[in-house]
């Protein structure tokens, strides 16, 4: 079993794996070089030897235990027939949406135009040998935001817009999640050692509809793959403590927690879970000294329990290659 699975699955405390989300992305000059001859995103996510090639790019420079498929999210709404677009400096802009299109969309469709990722998830698990291969969703609540809010829910969100959509949105909330599942079932058949199931907006969520938007459907998907054994890891990012009930009600085989909540807390209250991330991507843009004593906090805080170390979200795009060089060496030299 490699390292990260291991440590998820045995709760296996002994070696601390470490990747990064966002480890292939624009922080990495070889990234950038790849993109600026792909001006189309969708497009690029679409071709396997390309995607191939970015997803091997942080493991062949850091080394790191595991490699994540180089991908969005937004692919479901995107094989969903809602098209998608991202704009620079601006983020993704998606088009109108056609809840009959979107519903009336087959499985078997979907699946087809997600050839490319399942045959990239092959060709990286062919080349990538001892490493954990991670493949992804966005969880329904994050995408359902994305498919109703048509961008970013980052500036001018008003969460009534999508609670006003209530009807269609029931419809449409359950078809995300079969195409979630779809998605995760092919590329666990392709090769996907672990998967990670991403609810960056789950904090948008008042607590009152945690349980219908977040807990529900994420705890329905978890369950759907326990008895596959494969490990996956829940970001529910921005809720808080809320992170305890969402243990409680997901039951995930590991938890990636966000850069607001304190570790200690985390350490405390949460139980028969692994846990993973929590530092600061902002942290990773100081000078090293503040870099290690951020690091080793969180080595501490998680020692002896099963941890795994990555951030509370993606690397940002300013930060130095040589920096995760240098992460890298000191989660390694921990002992
Ligand atoms: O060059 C560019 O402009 C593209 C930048 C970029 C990259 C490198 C986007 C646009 N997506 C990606 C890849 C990506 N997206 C990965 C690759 C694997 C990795 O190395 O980690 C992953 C896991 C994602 C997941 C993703 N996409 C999330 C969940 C994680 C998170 O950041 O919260 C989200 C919300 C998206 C949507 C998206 N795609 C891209 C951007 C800039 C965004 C966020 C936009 C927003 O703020 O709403």
């Given at each position: 079993m490699n390292k990260l699975s291991d440590c998820i699955i045995?709760?296996?405390?002994s070696y601390i794996p470490i990747w990064f989300m966002r480890q292939a992305g624009r922080y990495l000059p070889e990234f950038r070089e790849i993109r600026k001859q792909n001006q189309d995103f969708i497009k690029l996510c679409l071709d396997t030897k390309l995607v191939k090639e970015i997803t091997l790019q942080p493991i062949k420079r850091f080394d790191l235990d595991a490699a994540i498929i180089f991908?969005?999210?937004?692919m479901i709404p995107y094989g969903l027939g809602q098209s998608v677009e991202f704009i620079k400096g601006e983020g993704p802009v998606l088009g109108n949406l056609n809840i009959d299109k979107v519903i009336k969309t087959k499985k078997n469709e979907f699946i087809a135009s997600m050839q490319p990722v399942y045959n990239a998830i092959q060709a990286v698990k062919e080349e990538a040998t001892g490493k954990d291969i991670i493949g992804f969703v966005g969880a329904p609540w994050t995408i359902l935001v994305y498919m109703l809010?048509?961008?970013?829910?980052?500036?001018?969100?008003?969460?009534k817009n999508i609670m006003n959509e209530q009807h269609s949105g029931d419809k449409l909330l359950k078809k995300i999640e079969e195409t979630i599942c779809s998605h995760i079932e092919n590329q666990i058949k392709s090769g996907a050692t672990v998967i990670q199931i991403f609810d960056s907006w789950a904090g948008l969520l008042p607590d009152s509809y945690l349980k219908k938007y977040c807990y529900d459907p994420t705890y329905r998907i978890v369950n759907k793959f326990k008895s596959s054994k494969i490990p996956i890891i829940c970001f529910p990012k921005g809720i808080g403590k809320n992170y305890l009930d969402f243990c409680s009600a997901v039951k995930p085989s590991c938890v990636n927690i966000d850069y607001d909540i304190d570790p200690m807390w985390i350490k405390k209250n949460l139980k028969n879970v692994s846990v993973q991330g929590g530092l600061?991507?902002?942290?990773?843009?100081?000078d090293y000294e503040v870099i290690e004593k951020e690091v080793k906090k969180y080595l501490e805080i998680f020692s002896g329990s099963p941890y795994v170390f990555n951030l509370g979200h993606g690397v940002l795009?300013?930060?130095?290659p040589e920096t995760i060089t240098y992460v890298t060496e000191l989660v390694r030299r921990n002992k």
């Open positions: 045995n709760k296996n405390s991908s969005d999210i937004l809010n048509k961008k970013s829910p980052k500036k001018d969100f008003d969460i600061d991507p902002k942290i990773l843009l100081k795009p300013e930060t130095k």
